[in-house]
């Protein structure tokens, strides 16, 4: 359904069962024998053709995410420029892995080491990246030669198909993926526990991640392996505005991450901690740029913000802002905003003490804390009072304040004067500490790795 007019069918998609979903296992697992041994250069070369053909179709990808996930046309084009970033990136790793890597040569002996792949993957993305991340996932499985089973979020299966029909054009065999559109919490048990599942790439919520990882981890009749759990979960990002920090910039940066696709982003800046020196000044300045931002049905480009993703979000959503209004101070916002779709106004609320709910609970939604420091070492104590640790970001003008934070703020992703969202391929390998995750850096050079097992074989010559 598109979000902004609830009405409007986009996709019309099957559940799998429990029986298919042992299949697409069954029948990843017996093509792996075929797909693990296949030259890495050709699956290379099927990569960037994907990357080509989504380049190809940017404008039809970038529709599908603003009618199925509500994205605005800047935040699903980032979406789909990731998805493209990926697949260039984990393309030229794979030529990195591929081959025979460095070793010692000890005398009279050839010695080498190569990366195999690991045998079947389960890639289970979230909605809120629909593409980018399914992308990510799927396609660092299917470079270094593993078989997947793709599991799409049943908010946004429709992007998931479309990309899947892309794998296609671009050369991937039928059966090196399997796309099994389903309900998560009807097929996701037995799609983890299988003993053929040698894997699984999650990235979602911290309780399913936590149960992923809980059921992975019971060995189960007939199963070979240890699995290996991938997961990158939920976070309550801290933007931390010192004394002497550009106030101007700081209110952009916190705006721009608080509610930048309605504060639907792991990055997403859910609590802004600030130096009582400016606070009043700081609290008066996000009001009035709040308060500017457009909401209304994400394909007009007048909207800022677009509706959340469901009416379980929505009404999820609006519970939080009705008990954080008792924890602090309603500064802005407060409630849902007006049309059919499932809008809500962008809402601060200041004077949020550590201990409050809405300081500690991802809400996953535009919800801002403003939370008061007596000085930097303050700002950052808070800051890290928190069982997440995935972004972060600090505004200070300060290079002790700086250099403290980088290495005492405790997060997989730290900015210094910008803002915590909108990580780069390349540039921010990506993922979180703590109940954040795995810290699988997604988009980094230890990536691949995470696909992969290494084989060192030894030949005496002489
Ligand atoms: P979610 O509810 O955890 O769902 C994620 C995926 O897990 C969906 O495909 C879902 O399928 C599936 N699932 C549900 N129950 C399952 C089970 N028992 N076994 C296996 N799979 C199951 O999360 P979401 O609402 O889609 O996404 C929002 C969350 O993702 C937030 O917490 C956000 O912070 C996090 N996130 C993290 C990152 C990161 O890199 N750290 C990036 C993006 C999002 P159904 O849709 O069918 O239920």
Known sequence: ?????????????????????????????????????????????????????????????????????????PEAEADVSEAIDFCEYYAREMLRFSGSQPTVQMPGERDEMQYLPLGVGIIIPPWNFPLAILVGMTTAALVTGNTVVIKPSSETPTVAAKFAELLLEAGFPDRSFSFLPGSGSAIGDSLVQHPKTRFIAFTGSRDVGLRINELAAKTQPGQKWIKRVIAEMGGKDAIIVDRDADLEKAVDGVVASAFGYQGQKCSACSR????????????DRVKKKTEKLTVGPSEDPANYMGPVISDIARRTILQYIGVGSKEGKPVTGGGAASGDGYFIKPTVIADVKS????????????????????????????????????????????????????QRFFVGNLYLNRKCTGAMVGAHPFGGFNMSGTDSKAGGPDYLLLFLQAKSIAERVA
């Not at 697992?29 to 179709?57: I, M, Q």
């Not at 930097?376 to 972004?391: I, M, R, W």
């Open 355 to 406: 201990d409050a709910r809405i300081f500690q609970e991802e809400i996953f939604g535009p919800v801002l804390a403003v939370t008061k420091a007596k000085d930097f070492e303050h700002a950052l104590e808070l800051a890290n009072d928190s069982q997440y640790g995935l972004t972060g970001a600090v505004f200070s003008n300060n290079a002790e304040h700086i250099r403290e934070a980088r």
């Open 272 to 283: 802004a901690i600030v130096d009582e020196h400016v606070y009043d000044d700081f609290l």
């Open 1 to 73: 359904m598109n979000p902004s007019h609830p009405s409007e069918v986009v996709g019309i998609h099957q559940k799998a069962t429990l029986e298919l979903a042992n299949r697409a296992v069954e029948s990843a697992y017996e093509y792996f024998r075929e797909w693990g041994y296949t030259n890495p250069n050709d699956r290379v070369r099927k990569l960037l053709a994907a990357a080509h053909l989504l380049r190809e179709h940017k404008f039809e990808f970038d529709a599908w995410l603003v009618y199925e996930a509500g994205k605005t046309w």
